[in-house]
């Protein structure tokens, strides 16, 4: 399949769009009620216009114009071509070092700080690794969808983003962070455990088997 079918395949099954729009807020409103009791809900609850004015709009920005434009880079294209060369698993160790890199002169122009920069990258490192395994997950069981991995990268950013999620729970963004980030890594470590480091690539093998 060429870069550009990737980056164009939406024909794939529902479950593709419901594991990447719907499993992470909903599993995530989950662990925080654990965490923090009734209160998120509650304000969910107070809070329910918000879902229409500011984080269906973040949502609908970042898959436009930002994730679904990067996975063609990420999953598509770097992703895709070390897959080819080295599998699945040091494909999305390699891929995250290229997208960690490329998160550095973004926190910087935020923070102002190397320091503050250096400690935010340390924080993400293993839940970008984490991301990067679900994301080559999402795309090869989607049959090399791009779209598939964008949906949930802009989702996952949608949650995390100030005027997204964390406007409408009433919690601190740093909390939502660090609650999506341990999600993150527990998904991809029972991906990447499920699938015995496969992470959804069909084996030559399975192309010829009886259906």
């Given at each position: 399949m060429t870069w550009r079918a990737r980056s164009f395949r939406w024909r794939v099954p529902l479950r593709g769009y419901a594991i990447s729009l719907l499993a992470p807020p909903l599993i995530f409103l989950i662990c925080v009620t654990a965490l923090y009791g009734r209160a998120p809900l509650r304000a969910l609850g107070q809070n329910w216009s918000l879902i229409f004015t500011s984080f269906l709009p973040a949502l609908l920005i970042m898959i436009l114009l930002?994730?679904?434009?990067e996975e063609i880079g990420w999953a598509g294209f770097v992703f895709a071509r070390f897959q080819d060369r080295h599998g699945p698993p040091r494909a999305a160790l390699?891929?995250?070092v290229f997208f960690w890199l490329f998160h550095v002169p973004s926190f910087y122009v935020e923070t102002r700080s190397w320091m503050a920069t250096a400690t935010v990258l340390g924080l993400l490192l293993l839940p970008h690794l984490g991301s990067r395994f679900i994301v080559g997950w999402l795309y090869n069981s989607a049959g090399s969808?791009?779209?598939?991995?964008?949906?949930?990268h802009a989702m996952h950013n949608a949650i995390v983003n100030s005027t997204g999620l964390v406007a409408i729970v009433g919690l601190p963004q740093f909390d939502v962070l660090m609650v999506m980030a341990g999600l993150v890594v527990l998904a991809a470590a029972i991906i990447a455990i499920a699938t015995r480091g496969r992470l959804g690539l069909k084996r030559p093998s399975d192309s010829f088997a009886p259906r």
């Open positions: 930002n994730n679904v434009a390699l891929t995250t969808s791009v779209l598939i991995a964008g949906l949930f």
